[in-house]
């Protein structure tokens, strides 16, 4: 059986609707957990598309049945995707306090709580958004999935060991193999060190004592 939190957020729904909804998610879930500082831009529009379908095809179900809500979720979706889009890094953010206030308050039941987790994951993100671009997606993306993986009728602690180890996975993958196109720049052409600007402003590795190397773009 599913777990009782995620019957009632998604009571309703038509069972073969939850079930493209919940394999969606899922699927971007372990994009995001594996390969989101690569492709976090494009990802985050899906999201925003994603989540505006979503929330369409809801509202208009509720309005005017199945057909109203696929004619409202695709206009949902493309609003979504557009919206972050635009604010790719914000969105980022908010999507991560998000998930950090509905953690505490799922843990604490206490609001006010899990809202000063949410604001303060927010502007962390915000700021450092860059540098733990590939942490922030592997638990965002981590979430996700066991969210879903619940939706597809997974108990919550199977959901959540689930969750942990694509986590802790994905932080590694992103982490130590992955490397953004800054860094891949950087990279040392003779040995793959990392290149460092001496003070005449020329770049040189020193793993290997190459110099005189062209800056990277």
Do not use: H
Not at 111 to 125: P, Q
């Amino acid at each position: 059986m599913a777990d009782p939190l995620t019957d009632a957020l998604l009571q309703g729904l038509p069972e073969q609707i939850l079930l493209i909804i919940c394999v969606v998610a899922l699927v971007l879930g372990l994009v995001l957990a594996f390969l989101g500082k690569k492709i976090w831009k494009i990802l985050m529009s899906m999201i925003g598309g994603f989540i505006g379908a979503t929330l369409g095809f809801i509202v208009g179900l509720m309005l005017a049945g199945e057909i109203g809500g696929l004619l409202v979720a695709i206009i949902g979706g493309m609003i979504g995707g557009k919206l972050f889009a635009m604010i790719v890094e914000f969105a980022l953010s908010a999507l991560a306090g998000i998930v950090a206030f509905g953690l505490v308050g799922l843990a604490t039941g206490n609001i006010i709580l899990a809202a000063i987790a949410g604001i303060v994951v927010l502007i962390l993100c915000i700021i450092f958004i860059k540098k733990v671009i590939g942490i922030v997606m592997a638990v965002v993306g981590s979430l996700i999935a066991g969210v879903a993986l619940m939706g597809l009728g997974f108990g919550i602690e199977l959901a959540a060991i689930a969750a942990l180890i694509i986590m802790i996975t994905g932080i590694i993958v992103q982490t130590f193999i992955i490397k953004d196109k800054r860094e891949a720049a950087r990279q040392c052409p003779s040995c793959g060190g990392r290149m460092t600007m001496d003070q005449n402003g020329l770049w040189y590795c020193a793993n290997c004592g190459m110099g005189g190397l062209p800056p990277p773009p």
